[in-house]
Protein backbone atom coordinates (compact mmCIF):
# COMPACT_ATOMS: atom_id res chain seq x y z
CA UNK A 1 0.00 0.00 0.00
CA UNK A 2 1.48 3.16 -0.37
CA UNK A 3 1.65 5.82 1.94
CA UNK A 4 1.30 9.16 1.69
CA UNK A 5 3.70 11.83 2.84
CA UNK A 6 2.95 14.17 5.54
CA UNK A 7 4.45 17.77 6.06
CA UNK A 8 4.07 19.68 8.98
CA UNK A 9 5.99 23.23 9.72
CA UNK A 10 5.79 25.69 12.74
CA UNK A 11 8.85 28.07 12.14
CA UNK A 12 9.81 29.52 14.86
CA UNK A 13 10.42 32.98 16.37
CA UNK A 14 13.84 33.93 15.33
CA UNK A 15 15.27 37.47 16.74
CA UNK A 16 18.10 39.16 15.58
CA UNK A 17 21.42 38.44 16.76
CA UNK A 18 20.07 35.16 18.77
CA UNK A 19 20.47 31.18 18.18
CA UNK A 20 17.43 30.00 20.13
CA UNK A 21 15.17 28.48 18.37
CA UNK A 22 11.40 26.44 19.67
CA UNK A 23 10.78 22.93 19.23
CA UNK A 24 7.94 23.00 16.68
CA UNK A 25 5.22 21.69 19.48
CA UNK A 26 2.03 22.64 18.10
CA UNK A 27 2.32 21.12 14.69
CA UNK A 28 3.99 17.97 16.66
CA UNK A 29 1.09 17.51 19.24
CA UNK A 30 -1.26 17.83 16.04
CA UNK A 31 0.77 14.86 14.16
CA UNK A 32 0.47 12.93 17.43
CA UNK A 33 -2.97 13.51 18.06
CA UNK A 34 -3.52 11.94 14.54
CA UNK A 35 -1.79 8.85 15.36
CA UNK A 36 -4.10 7.41 17.77
CA UNK A 37 -7.41 8.01 15.23
CA UNK A 38 -8.76 5.21 12.55
CA UNK A 39 -7.14 5.17 9.14
CA UNK A 40 -4.12 7.71 9.59
CA UNK A 41 -0.51 5.31 10.66
CA UNK A 42 -2.37 3.19 7.85
CA UNK A 43 -2.61 5.79 5.12
CA UNK A 44 -0.33 8.22 5.91
CA UNK A 45 3.50 8.69 7.68
CA UNK A 46 5.13 12.08 8.72
CA UNK A 47 8.01 12.84 6.15
CA UNK A 48 9.05 15.88 7.86
CA UNK A 49 8.61 18.44 10.92
CA UNK A 50 10.50 21.67 10.20
CA UNK A 51 11.06 25.14 12.63
CA UNK A 52 14.05 26.79 11.34
CA UNK A 53 13.27 29.25 8.08
CA UNK A 54 15.22 28.81 5.13
CA UNK A 55 15.19 29.71 2.10
CA UNK A 56 11.64 28.58 0.57
CA UNK A 57 13.42 26.65 -2.66
CA UNK A 58 15.42 25.04 -0.23
CA UNK A 59 12.91 23.69 1.99
CA UNK A 60 10.78 23.14 -0.78
CA UNK A 61 13.50 20.22 -2.12
CA UNK A 62 13.59 18.58 1.50
CA UNK A 63 10.10 17.45 0.64
CA UNK A 64 9.35 14.36 -1.14
CA UNK A 65 6.31 13.37 -2.71
CA UNK A 66 3.99 15.84 -0.18
CA UNK A 67 0.68 14.55 -0.06
CA UNK A 68 -0.01 16.77 2.94
CA UNK A 69 1.27 19.88 4.28
CA UNK A 70 0.21 21.51 7.40
CA UNK A 71 1.42 25.37 8.53
CA UNK A 72 0.99 26.76 12.08
CA UNK A 73 0.76 30.26 11.58
CA UNK A 74 1.97 33.22 14.00
CA UNK A 75 2.46 36.81 13.56
CA UNK A 76 6.04 36.19 12.97
CA UNK A 77 5.71 33.46 10.28
CA UNK A 78 3.02 33.89 8.29
CA UNK A 79 4.08 35.68 5.18
CA UNK A 80 6.69 33.28 4.93
CA UNK A 81 4.26 30.62 5.64
CA UNK A 82 2.08 32.00 2.17
CA UNK A 83 5.29 32.39 0.52
CA UNK A 84 6.48 28.74 1.34
CA UNK A 85 2.48 26.94 0.66
CA UNK A 86 2.62 28.62 -2.37
CA UNK A 87 5.80 27.44 -3.71
CA UNK A 88 4.65 23.98 -2.93
CA UNK A 89 1.34 24.22 -4.49
CA UNK A 90 3.58 25.03 -7.45
CA UNK A 91 5.66 22.03 -8.05
CA UNK A 92 2.72 19.98 -6.53
CA UNK A 93 -0.39 21.04 -7.18
CA UNK A 94 -1.74 17.89 -6.04
CA UNK A 95 -0.68 18.27 -2.54
CA UNK A 96 -3.32 19.54 -0.09
CA UNK A 97 -1.89 22.42 1.72
CA UNK A 98 -3.74 23.42 5.13
CA UNK A 99 -3.00 26.29 7.37
CA UNK A 100 -3.72 26.65 10.75
CA UNK A 101 -2.33 28.22 13.99
CA UNK A 102 -3.14 31.20 16.12
CA UNK A 103 -3.22 34.20 12.95
CA UNK A 104 -5.26 31.85 10.84
CA UNK A 105 -8.68 34.14 10.62
CA UNK A 106 -11.99 32.62 11.77
CA UNK A 107 -13.95 34.84 9.53
CA UNK A 108 -12.50 34.16 6.39
CA UNK A 109 -15.25 34.73 3.52
CA UNK A 110 -12.14 36.56 1.64
CA UNK A 111 -9.13 34.38 2.31
CA UNK A 112 -8.77 32.03 -0.47
CA UNK A 113 -9.53 34.90 -3.18
CA UNK A 114 -6.42 36.04 -3.37
CA UNK A 115 -4.48 32.88 -2.29
CA UNK A 116 -5.76 29.95 -4.59
CA UNK A 117 -2.74 27.96 -3.17
CA UNK A 118 -4.50 27.47 0.04
CA UNK A 119 -6.78 24.64 0.46
CA UNK A 120 -7.96 24.82 3.51
CA UNK A 121 -7.83 26.03 6.65
CA UNK A 122 -8.11 25.50 10.11
CA UNK A 123 -9.80 27.45 13.48
CA UNK A 124 -8.91 27.05 16.75
CA UNK A 125 -7.83 24.09 18.63
CA UNK A 126 -6.11 21.81 15.55
CA UNK A 127 -6.19 17.45 16.61
CA UNK A 128 -9.55 16.77 16.01
CA UNK A 129 -9.93 18.89 12.82
CA UNK A 130 -6.36 18.14 10.57
CA UNK A 131 -7.09 14.76 11.81
CA UNK A 132 -10.89 14.65 10.31
CA UNK A 133 -9.20 15.65 6.70
CA UNK A 134 -6.81 13.29 6.57
CA UNK A 135 -9.27 11.07 6.93
CA UNK A 136 -11.69 12.60 4.60
CA UNK A 137 -8.47 12.69 1.85
CA UNK A 138 -8.85 8.53 2.24
CA UNK A 139 -12.69 8.71 1.74
CA UNK A 140 -13.41 8.19 5.48
CA UNK A 141 -15.28 11.18 5.78
CA UNK A 142 -16.92 13.62 4.09
CA UNK A 143 -14.79 16.58 4.14
CA UNK A 144 -17.88 19.29 4.86
CA UNK A 145 -18.47 16.91 8.19
CA UNK A 146 -14.82 17.99 9.52
CA UNK A 147 -15.67 20.65 12.48
CA UNK A 148 -14.05 23.96 12.77
CA UNK A 149 -12.32 24.44 9.21
CA UNK A 150 -12.63 26.30 6.28
CA UNK A 151 -12.80 25.30 2.67
CA UNK A 152 -11.35 26.68 -0.43
CA UNK A 153 -14.20 26.32 -3.40
CA UNK A 154 -12.91 28.04 -6.28
CA UNK A 155 -11.81 31.07 -4.56
CA UNK A 156 -14.89 30.76 -2.47
CA UNK A 157 -15.14 30.04 1.05
CA UNK A 158 -17.16 27.01 2.32
CA UNK A 159 -16.82 27.01 6.08
CA UNK A 160 -18.01 24.07 8.25
CA UNK A 161 -19.47 23.65 12.05
CA UNK A 162 -18.27 25.24 14.96
CA UNK A 163 -14.73 23.95 15.74
CA UNK A 164 -14.27 21.20 18.56
CA UNK A 165 -12.26 20.84 21.29
CA UNK A 166 -10.88 17.49 22.97
CA UNK A 167 -12.26 16.92 26.55
CA UNK A 168 -9.89 14.83 27.79
CA UNK A 169 -5.67 15.65 27.11
CA UNK A 170 -5.04 12.29 28.08
CA UNK A 171 -6.25 11.37 24.66
CA UNK A 172 -3.15 13.06 23.16
CA UNK A 173 0.49 11.62 23.48
CA UNK A 174 3.66 13.78 23.82
CA UNK A 175 5.33 14.46 20.67
CA UNK A 176 8.75 14.53 23.07
CA UNK A 177 8.28 11.15 24.20
CA UNK A 178 7.22 9.72 20.38
CA UNK A 179 10.22 11.07 19.33
CA UNK A 180 8.90 13.28 16.79
CA UNK A 181 12.26 15.87 17.30
CA UNK A 182 14.31 13.78 18.03
CA UNK A 183 15.97 14.40 14.27
CA UNK A 184 15.62 18.20 14.75
CA UNK A 185 19.55 18.52 15.99
CA UNK A 186 21.18 16.82 12.80
CA UNK A 187 18.35 18.63 10.72
CA UNK A 188 19.91 21.66 11.75
CA UNK A 189 23.26 21.87 13.48
CA UNK A 190 24.76 24.33 15.67
CA UNK A 191 21.17 25.62 16.97
CA UNK A 192 20.16 25.75 20.69
CA UNK A 193 16.93 24.57 21.36
CA UNK A 194 14.14 25.89 23.34
CA UNK A 195 11.59 23.40 24.51
CA UNK A 196 7.54 24.29 24.78
CA UNK A 197 5.66 22.64 27.52
CA UNK A 198 1.84 22.24 27.89
CA UNK A 199 0.67 21.34 31.20
CA UNK A 200 -3.03 22.97 30.49
CA UNK A 201 -5.23 24.24 27.54
CA UNK A 202 -7.43 27.48 27.73
CA UNK A 203 -7.73 30.87 29.56
CA UNK A 204 -11.24 31.89 31.68
CA UNK A 205 -10.07 35.48 31.02
CA UNK A 206 -11.55 37.57 28.23
CA UNK A 207 -8.98 40.23 27.84
CA UNK A 208 -9.73 42.29 24.50
CA UNK A 209 -6.68 42.67 23.10
CA UNK A 210 -5.87 38.34 23.27
CA UNK A 211 -7.37 35.83 21.29
CA UNK A 212 -6.78 33.26 23.74
CA UNK A 213 -9.52 33.19 26.14
CA UNK A 214 -13.44 33.60 25.21
CA UNK A 215 -16.37 31.73 25.56
CA UNK A 216 -14.50 28.61 23.35
CA UNK A 217 -11.89 28.22 25.24
CA UNK A 218 -12.56 29.65 29.09
CA UNK A 219 -12.31 26.17 29.94
CA UNK A 220 -9.65 25.31 31.14
CA UNK A 221 -8.46 21.35 30.67
CA UNK A 222 -4.97 19.77 32.10
CA UNK A 223 -2.81 17.37 31.44
CA UNK A 224 -1.59 14.53 33.26
CA UNK A 225 0.85 14.90 35.97
CA UNK A 226 2.31 11.59 34.86
CA UNK A 227 2.92 13.03 31.16
CA UNK A 228 4.55 16.20 31.95
CA UNK A 229 7.04 14.76 34.65
CA UNK A 230 7.82 12.20 31.74
CA UNK A 231 8.49 15.34 28.98
CA UNK A 232 10.87 16.90 31.71
CA UNK A 233 12.50 13.81 32.08
CA UNK A 234 13.41 13.84 28.25
CA UNK A 235 14.08 17.60 28.70
CA UNK A 236 17.00 16.64 30.94
CA UNK A 237 18.34 13.91 29.39
CA UNK A 238 18.30 16.11 25.95
CA UNK A 239 20.17 19.16 27.93
CA UNK A 240 17.33 21.46 27.08
CA UNK A 241 18.72 24.75 28.32
CA UNK A 242 15.49 26.86 28.36
CA UNK A 243 11.93 24.98 28.98
CA UNK A 244 9.08 27.79 27.82
CA UNK A 245 5.79 27.01 29.55
CA UNK A 246 2.75 28.20 27.18
CA UNK A 247 0.12 27.92 30.02
CA UNK A 248 -2.15 30.97 29.99
CA UNK A 249 -2.09 31.56 33.44
CA UNK A 250 1.06 29.49 35.53
CA UNK A 251 0.18 28.99 39.12
CA UNK A 252 -3.75 29.09 38.73
CA UNK A 253 -4.58 25.78 40.26
CA UNK A 254 -1.50 26.08 42.74
CA UNK A 255 -0.99 22.83 44.55
CA UNK A 256 -0.66 21.36 41.04
CA UNK A 257 1.77 24.03 39.61
CA UNK A 258 3.49 23.75 42.92
CA UNK A 259 4.10 19.83 42.08
CA UNK A 260 5.33 20.72 38.79
CA UNK A 261 7.64 23.31 39.60
CA UNK A 262 9.16 20.19 42.41
CA UNK A 263 9.42 18.48 39.05
CA UNK A 264 11.71 20.93 37.52
CA UNK A 265 13.76 21.34 39.71
CA UNK A 266 14.15 17.53 40.64
CA UNK A 267 15.29 17.29 36.75
CA UNK A 268 17.81 20.33 36.64
CA UNK A 269 19.08 18.47 40.44
CA UNK A 270 18.95 14.92 38.41
CA UNK A 271 20.64 16.00 35.24
CA UNK A 272 21.66 19.55 35.29
CA UNK A 273 19.07 20.46 32.36
CA UNK A 274 16.58 22.68 32.01
CA UNK A 275 18.85 25.49 32.62
CA UNK A 276 16.03 28.36 32.87
CA UNK A 277 12.14 27.97 32.93
CA UNK A 278 10.06 30.80 31.17
CA UNK A 279 6.32 30.73 31.67
CA UNK A 280 3.38 33.40 31.68
CA UNK A 281 2.33 33.72 35.22
CA UNK A 282 -1.68 33.87 36.51
CA UNK A 283 -3.25 36.94 35.83
CA UNK A 284 -4.63 37.11 39.56
CA UNK A 285 -1.23 36.72 41.04
CA UNK A 286 -1.35 36.30 44.26
CA UNK A 287 1.69 36.14 46.89
CA UNK A 288 1.15 32.45 46.59
CA UNK A 289 2.48 32.67 43.19
CA UNK A 290 6.22 34.10 44.75
CA UNK A 291 6.55 30.88 46.54
CA UNK A 292 6.99 29.11 43.15
CA UNK A 293 8.99 31.74 41.92
CA UNK A 294 11.13 31.75 44.59
CA UNK A 295 12.04 27.68 44.47
CA UNK A 296 12.87 28.25 40.67
CA UNK A 297 15.17 31.29 41.78
CA UNK A 298 16.71 29.25 44.39
CA UNK A 299 17.71 26.68 41.82
CA UNK A 300 18.87 29.31 39.37
CA UNK A 301 15.74 28.62 36.87
CA UNK A 302 14.15 32.08 37.63
CA UNK A 303 15.53 35.37 37.43
CA UNK A 304 12.68 37.51 38.04
CA UNK A 305 8.69 37.56 38.33
CA UNK A 306 6.49 38.97 35.95
CA UNK A 307 3.21 40.20 36.77
CA UNK A 308 1.11 41.17 33.53
CA UNK A 309 -0.56 43.75 34.77
CA UNK A 310 -0.73 45.80 30.43
CA UNK A 311 -2.29 49.10 31.85
CA UNK A 312 -2.24 50.85 35.36
CA UNK A 313 -5.81 52.53 34.34
CA UNK A 314 -8.83 51.50 35.70
CA UNK A 315 -10.57 52.91 33.13
CA UNK A 316 -8.32 51.15 30.40
CA UNK A 317 -8.77 47.44 32.21
CA UNK A 318 -12.25 48.01 31.97
CA UNK A 319 -12.18 49.09 27.85
CA UNK A 320 -10.30 45.81 27.73
CA UNK A 321 -12.37 43.17 29.87
CA UNK A 322 -9.18 42.97 32.15
CA UNK A 323 -8.90 42.76 35.90
CA UNK A 324 -5.50 43.70 37.66
CA UNK A 325 -4.27 42.80 40.87
CA UNK A 326 -5.59 45.42 43.88
CA UNK A 327 -3.20 47.63 44.57
CA UNK A 328 -2.52 45.99 48.32
CA UNK A 329 -2.16 42.27 46.88
CA UNK A 330 0.51 43.69 44.21
CA UNK A 331 2.30 45.40 46.69
CA UNK A 332 3.04 42.80 48.88
CA UNK A 333 3.54 40.28 45.86
CA UNK A 334 6.25 43.20 45.21
CA UNK A 335 7.60 43.02 48.72
CA UNK A 336 7.74 39.10 49.20
CA UNK A 337 9.79 38.94 46.05
CA UNK A 338 11.87 41.72 47.30
CA UNK A 339 12.77 40.04 50.85
CA UNK A 340 13.82 37.20 48.42
CA UNK A 341 16.20 39.04 46.70
CA UNK A 342 14.35 38.66 43.51
CA UNK A 343 13.34 41.37 40.47
CA UNK A 344 9.63 41.93 39.99
CA UNK A 345 8.68 42.99 36.38
CA UNK A 346 5.89 44.03 34.32
CA UNK A 347 4.46 43.70 31.31
CA UNK A 348 2.36 47.13 29.84
CA UNK A 349 0.74 47.58 26.27
CA UNK A 350 0.91 51.39 25.52
CA UNK A 351 -1.30 53.32 24.10
CA UNK A 352 -4.35 50.87 25.01
CA UNK A 353 -8.35 51.92 24.38
CA UNK A 354 -8.95 54.57 27.35
CA UNK A 355 -5.34 55.68 28.14
CA UNK A 356 -3.86 59.13 27.94
CA UNK A 357 -0.64 60.62 28.23
CA UNK A 358 -0.71 61.50 32.01
CA UNK A 359 -2.37 58.36 32.86
CA UNK A 360 0.01 55.97 30.84
CA UNK A 361 3.35 58.41 32.31
CA UNK A 362 2.02 58.49 35.90
CA UNK A 363 1.24 54.78 35.85
CA UNK A 364 4.18 53.41 34.57
CA UNK A 365 6.33 56.17 36.67
CA UNK A 366 4.73 54.67 39.59
CA UNK A 367 6.09 51.20 38.94
CA UNK A 368 9.39 52.56 38.35
CA UNK A 369 9.70 54.39 41.76
CA UNK A 370 8.73 51.35 43.45
CA UNK A 371 11.68 49.20 41.49
CA UNK A 372 9.27 47.01 39.51
CA UNK A 373 10.73 46.76 35.95
CA UNK A 374 8.76 47.16 33.15
CA UNK A 375 8.56 45.86 29.79
CA UNK A 376 6.24 48.08 27.79
CA UNK A 377 5.29 46.94 23.63
CA UNK A 378 2.86 48.50 21.24
CA UNK A 379 -0.43 47.36 20.91
CA UNK A 380 -0.49 44.11 18.53
CA UNK A 381 -3.94 43.82 16.72
CA UNK A 382 -4.64 39.94 16.25
CA UNK A 383 -6.42 38.59 13.92
CA UNK A 384 -8.78 36.81 15.93
CA UNK A 385 -9.34 39.25 18.98
CA UNK A 386 -11.95 41.29 20.34
CA UNK A 387 -9.87 44.88 19.33
CA UNK A 388 -10.12 43.66 15.73
CA UNK A 389 -13.89 43.85 15.47
CA UNK A 390 -15.35 46.79 13.07
CA UNK A 391 -17.62 47.84 16.26
CA UNK A 392 -14.89 48.04 18.70
CA UNK A 393 -12.54 50.06 16.75
CA UNK A 394 -15.58 52.75 15.83
CA UNK A 395 -15.94 52.89 19.73
CA UNK A 396 -12.84 53.41 20.68
CA UNK A 397 -11.36 55.56 17.69
CA UNK A 398 -9.09 52.61 16.58
CA UNK A 399 -6.63 53.97 14.10
CA UNK A 400 -3.77 51.16 13.00
CA UNK A 401 -1.03 50.36 10.40
CA UNK A 402 0.44 47.60 8.61
CA UNK A 403 4.22 47.67 10.36
CA UNK A 404 7.48 45.51 9.41
CA UNK A 405 8.07 43.16 12.27
CA UNK A 406 11.56 41.84 11.27
CA UNK A 407 11.43 38.65 12.50
CA UNK A 408 12.80 37.10 9.38
CA UNK A 409 15.12 37.76 6.99
CA UNK A 410 14.27 35.81 4.51
CA UNK A 411 10.30 37.08 3.87
CA UNK A 412 9.31 40.41 5.30
CA UNK A 413 6.71 39.80 7.78
CA UNK A 414 4.31 42.34 9.01
CA UNK A 415 1.66 43.01 11.96
CA UNK A 416 -1.12 45.09 12.47
CA UNK A 417 -0.59 47.73 14.96
CA UNK A 418 -2.37 49.95 16.65
CA UNK A 419 -1.33 53.74 15.99
CA UNK A 420 -4.15 55.68 17.54
CA UNK A 421 -7.16 55.87 19.62
CA UNK A 422 -9.59 58.94 20.28
CA UNK A 423 -7.62 59.33 23.84
CA UNK A 424 -4.43 59.35 21.96
CA UNK A 425 -4.34 60.32 18.19
CA UNK A 426 -1.33 59.30 16.31
CA UNK A 427 0.99 61.97 16.63
CA UNK A 428 0.58 61.76 20.38
CA UNK A 429 0.84 57.81 20.30
CA UNK A 430 4.44 58.00 18.16
CA UNK A 431 5.90 60.21 21.08
CA UNK A 432 4.59 58.13 23.73
CA UNK A 433 6.28 55.22 21.97
CA UNK A 434 9.61 57.34 21.92
CA UNK A 435 9.51 58.09 25.30
CA UNK A 436 8.49 54.85 26.87
CA UNK A 437 11.28 53.22 25.15
CA UNK A 438 13.95 55.72 26.11
CA UNK A 439 12.55 55.95 29.61
CA UNK A 440 12.50 51.99 30.44
CA UNK A 441 15.88 52.15 28.91
CA UNK A 442 17.24 54.35 31.08
CA UNK A 443 15.58 52.98 34.44
CA UNK A 444 16.29 49.46 33.00
CA UNK A 445 20.28 49.64 32.48
CA UNK A 446 20.61 52.08 35.60
CA UNK A 447 21.51 55.52 33.71
CA UNK A 448 18.42 56.76 36.43
CA UNK A 449 17.67 55.07 39.61
CA UNK A 450 19.41 57.70 42.20
CA UNK A 451 19.10 60.77 40.54
CA UNK A 452 15.11 60.19 40.44
CA UNK A 453 14.46 59.04 43.12
CA UNK A 454 16.78 62.04 44.90
CA UNK A 455 14.82 64.24 42.88
CA UNK A 456 11.69 62.92 44.00
CA UNK A 457 11.83 62.80 47.61
CA UNK A 458 13.82 65.84 48.51
CA UNK A 459 12.10 68.14 45.81
CA UNK A 460 9.26 66.85 44.90
CA UNK A 461 10.26 65.88 41.27
CA UNK A 462 7.88 63.47 40.10
CA UNK A 463 9.25 60.69 37.85
CA UNK A 464 7.30 61.68 34.67
CA UNK A 465 8.20 65.09 34.72
CA UNK A 466 12.18 64.48 35.18
CA UNK A 467 11.61 61.70 31.78
CA UNK A 468 9.78 63.99 29.78
CA UNK A 469 12.40 66.60 30.29
CA UNK A 470 15.27 64.54 29.69
CA UNK A 471 13.54 63.38 26.33
CA UNK A 472 12.89 67.05 24.88
CA UNK A 473 16.63 68.13 25.92
CA UNK A 474 18.29 65.14 24.22
CA UNK A 475 15.98 66.01 20.80
CA UNK A 476 16.56 69.60 21.28
CA UNK A 477 20.58 69.69 22.04
CA UNK A 478 22.90 68.27 19.47
CA UNK A 479 25.90 68.10 21.64
CA UNK A 480 23.83 65.18 23.76
CA UNK A 481 25.41 61.90 24.04
CA UNK A 482 21.65 61.33 22.72
CA UNK A 483 20.79 62.90 20.43
CA UNK A 484 21.43 61.38 17.28
CA UNK A 485 19.83 58.19 18.53
CA UNK A 486 16.83 59.87 20.14
CA UNK A 487 16.56 61.07 16.30
CA UNK A 488 16.63 57.89 14.74
CA UNK A 489 13.97 56.78 16.66
CA UNK A 490 11.71 59.46 16.06
CA UNK A 491 12.33 58.55 12.96
CA UNK A 492 11.10 55.83 13.04
CA UNK A 493 8.00 56.39 14.41
CA UNK A 494 7.40 58.67 12.34
CA UNK A 495 7.67 56.44 9.23
CA UNK A 496 6.00 53.79 11.26
CA UNK A 497 8.63 51.71 12.02
CA UNK A 498 8.59 51.47 15.49
CA UNK A 499 9.13 47.91 15.58
CA UNK A 500 12.39 48.09 14.47
CA UNK A 501 13.41 48.97 17.65
CA UNK A 502 11.67 46.97 19.31
CA UNK A 503 13.75 44.11 17.85
CA UNK A 504 16.57 44.74 19.20
CA UNK A 505 18.11 46.49 15.95
CA UNK A 506 19.33 49.31 17.97
CA UNK A 507 19.48 48.55 21.68
CA UNK A 508 22.69 47.35 21.84
CA UNK A 509 24.75 50.01 19.95
CA UNK A 510 22.75 52.56 21.86
CA UNK A 511 23.80 50.71 25.27
CA UNK A 512 26.95 50.85 23.85
CA UNK A 513 27.15 54.15 23.13
CA UNK A 514 25.75 55.92 26.20
CA UNK A 515 27.21 53.54 28.57
CA UNK A 516 31.00 53.16 27.69
CA UNK A 517 31.81 55.13 24.36
CA UNK A 518 30.03 58.53 25.33
CA UNK A 519 29.57 57.84 29.23
CA UNK A 520 31.17 61.12 30.78
CA UNK A 521 29.23 63.36 28.19
CA UNK A 522 25.71 60.98 29.53
CA UNK A 523 26.23 61.53 32.66
CA UNK A 524 26.60 65.62 32.12
CA UNK A 525 23.41 65.43 30.04
CA UNK A 526 21.94 63.73 32.96
CA UNK A 527 23.08 66.40 36.08
CA UNK A 528 22.58 69.00 33.54
CA UNK A 529 18.68 67.77 33.25
CA UNK A 530 18.88 67.05 37.16
CA UNK A 531 20.00 71.08 37.69
CA UNK A 532 16.91 71.78 35.96
CA UNK A 533 15.05 70.03 38.49
CA UNK A 534 16.91 71.59 41.67
CA UNK A 535 19.39 74.64 40.60
CA UNK A 536 20.59 75.09 43.77
CA UNK A 537 20.77 72.10 45.26
CA UNK A 538 25.02 71.61 45.95
CA UNK A 539 24.52 67.92 46.57
CA UNK A 540 23.26 67.21 43.09
CA UNK A 541 27.10 66.38 41.46
CA UNK A 542 27.43 63.75 45.14
CA UNK A 543 23.80 61.95 43.66
CA UNK A 544 25.67 61.90 40.15
CA UNK A 545 28.65 60.14 41.28
CA UNK A 546 26.73 57.56 43.18
CA UNK A 547 24.70 57.07 40.07
CA UNK A 548 27.56 56.28 38.00
CA UNK A 549 29.22 53.89 40.16
CA UNK A 550 26.24 51.70 40.83
CA UNK A 551 25.84 51.16 37.15
CA UNK A 552 28.69 48.46 36.93
CA UNK A 553 31.05 49.03 33.59
CA UNK A 554 34.49 46.53 33.55
CA UNK A 555 36.63 49.90 33.65
CA UNK A 556 35.56 50.30 36.98
CA UNK A 557 37.86 49.20 39.44
CA UNK A 558 36.60 45.73 41.57
CA UNK A 559 36.09 48.16 44.71
CA UNK A 560 35.90 51.44 44.87
CA UNK A 561 36.01 54.12 48.10
CA UNK A 562 34.31 57.76 48.00
CA UNK A 563 33.31 60.51 50.49
CA UNK A 564 30.01 62.35 49.77
CA UNK A 565 28.68 65.12 51.65
CA UNK A 566 25.58 63.20 52.41
CA UNK A 567 23.95 59.91 52.60
CA UNK A 568 22.21 60.63 49.31
CA UNK A 569 22.65 56.59 48.72
CA UNK A 570 20.37 55.75 51.71
CA UNK A 571 18.32 58.53 51.76
CA UNK A 572 17.49 58.13 47.74
CA UNK A 573 16.83 54.47 47.71
CA UNK A 574 16.35 53.29 51.46
CA UNK A 575 14.31 54.83 54.01
CA UNK A 576 17.13 57.09 55.94
CA UNK A 577 16.39 60.69 56.77
CA UNK A 578 19.05 62.83 54.96
CA UNK A 579 22.36 63.45 56.78
CA UNK A 580 24.55 66.28 54.98
CA UNK A 581 27.75 64.95 56.96
CA UNK A 582 31.15 63.52 55.06
CA UNK A 583 29.62 59.32 54.78
CA UNK A 584 32.12 57.16 53.46
CA UNK A 585 31.28 54.75 50.75
CA UNK A 586 32.75 50.91 49.60
CA UNK A 587 31.30 50.21 46.12
CA UNK A 588 31.83 47.12 45.05
CA UNK A 589 31.06 46.19 41.07
CA UNK A 590 29.40 43.52 40.14
CA UNK A 591 30.33 40.72 37.65
CA UNK A 592 29.03 38.24 35.05
CA UNK A 593 28.50 34.60 36.19
CA UNK A 594 31.36 32.11 36.61
CA UNK A 595 32.79 31.00 33.80
CA UNK A 596 30.94 33.49 30.75
CA UNK A 597 32.96 35.67 29.39
CA UNK A 598 30.28 38.40 27.53
CA UNK A 599 30.98 42.17 26.49
CA UNK A 600 29.69 44.83 28.85
CA UNK A 601 26.79 45.05 26.43
CA UNK A 602 25.59 41.70 26.61
CA UNK A 603 26.31 41.46 29.85
CA UNK A 604 23.56 44.36 30.77
CA UNK A 605 21.02 43.76 27.93
CA UNK A 606 20.82 39.97 29.14
CA UNK A 607 20.65 40.92 32.90
CA UNK A 608 18.10 44.65 32.43
CA UNK A 609 15.37 42.37 33.68
CA UNK A 610 16.85 41.46 36.98
CA UNK A 611 18.87 44.14 37.63
CA UNK A 612 22.22 42.06 37.98
CA UNK A 613 24.63 44.73 37.01
CA UNK A 614 23.92 46.59 39.63
CA UNK A 615 26.99 47.38 41.75
CA UNK A 616 26.64 46.77 46.20
CA UNK A 617 27.55 49.87 48.33
CA UNK A 618 28.92 49.31 51.95
CA UNK A 619 28.70 52.90 53.75
CA UNK A 620 29.53 54.30 57.39
CA UNK A 621 28.32 57.07 59.68
CA UNK A 622 29.87 57.57 62.70
CA UNK A 623 27.60 55.09 64.08
CA UNK A 624 26.40 52.97 61.34
CA UNK A 625 27.90 51.01 58.73
CA UNK A 626 24.86 49.21 56.63
CA UNK A 627 25.38 46.98 53.84
CA UNK A 628 22.83 47.36 50.61
CA UNK A 629 22.51 44.98 48.30
CA UNK A 630 20.14 45.86 45.09
CA UNK A 631 18.35 43.39 42.89
Same mark, same amino acid.
Given at each position: MHMKNVYMAQMSLELPGSNYYYYPYSVG??????? %?? +? !? #??? *?????? @????KEPIEQLVDRMVDPAVVGLSSYVWNVSYNQALAKAIKARYPECKMIIGGAETPNKSENFFADKPYVDYLIHQEGEISFTGLLQSFVGLKDE? %?? +? !? #??? *?????? @????????????????????????????????????????????????????CDWGGTTFSKVKKFGLERIEQELEWMGQQRIEMVTNTDANFGIFKDRDMEITDMLIRTKEKHGFPVLFDTNWSKNATVQLVDMAVKLMESDMMRRFTMALQSTNPEVLKHIKRVNLKEEAMTKVAETAFKNNMSVNTELIIGLPGETWESWTTGL?????????????????????????????KKHGITQATLKSYFSNIVDEYQETL?????????QMKKLWLWTWYTSMMDANGFTQVVTRYLNKRHGTPFEKFYEYLLDYGLTNENTA??????????????????????GLTYAPVLEDLGVTNRTQTYQDLLTVAQHFAPDDPLLTDVMIMQERQQTIFAHDPVTEITLGANVFEYALGKEEL??????????????????????????????????WQASVEYSTEKTTLFLEKG
Amino acid at each position: MHMKNVYMAQMSLELPGSNYYYYPYSVGVVWAYAT %TQ +P !G #IVE *NYQLGG @LYSVKEPIEQLVDRMVDPAVVGLSSYVWNVSYNQALAKAIKARYPECKMIIGGAETPNKSENFFADKPYVDYLIHQEGEISFTGLLQSFVGLKDEE %TV +P !G #ISI *NRNGKT @LMTGPSQRIMDLSEVPSPYLMGLFDHLDEMYPGKIWNAVIETNRGCPFMCTFCDWGGTTFSKVKKFGLERIEQELEWMGQQRIEMVTNTDANFGIFKDRDMEITDMLIRTKEKHGFPVLFDTNWSKNATVQLVDMAVKLMESDMMRRFTMALQSTNPEVLKHIKRVNLKEEAMTKVAETAFKNNMSVNTELIIGLPGETWESWTTGLCDLLSRDIIVEAYPVTILQNSEMNEPEYKKKHGITQATLKSYFSNIVDEYQETLTGTKDLPEEQMKKLWLWTWYTSMMDANGFTQVVTRYLNKRHGTPFEKFYEYLLDYGLTNENTAAHRWLKQWQGYGEKLEFNMFLAGLTYAPVLEDLGVTNRTQTYQDLLTVAQHFAPDDPLLTDVMIMQERQQTIFAHDPVTEITLGANVFEYALGKEELKIQPTDYRIHRAYPPKGTDPTWVVWYNSTRKNKKWQASVEYSTEKTTLFLEKG
